[in-house]
């Protein structure tokens, strides 16, 4: 399975098992460094698909049927 075929809850799950292998620290530094290699890819995949999920939502239609936009950001 490629990287594009991965979908983002599986990347996510993926990224979770290299933290917590990392953050167990008796990882060789060798491995160690794959982990990071692999977590920074998976992290850069569940990136992409949230921005393309993002760009995708930036306009959606309201009751009235108009058009308007719309803006992901986390409550404050």
Partial sequence: MSKSE??????LEQLEVIVNKLEEGNVPIEKAI??????MKLSKLCS?????VQEKMVQIVN??????????????
């Avoid at 794959?34 to 977590?39: K, P, W």
Wanted: hydrophobic residues 25%.
């Fill in 6 to 11: 991965v979908s983002f809850e599986e990347a």
């Fill in 34 to 39: 794959d982990y990071y290699q692999e977590g």
């Fill in 48 to 52: 992409d698909k949230l921005q393309s």
């Fill in 63 to 76: 009751e009235q049927g108009e058009v308007e936009s719309f803006d992901l950001r986390e409550e404050e």
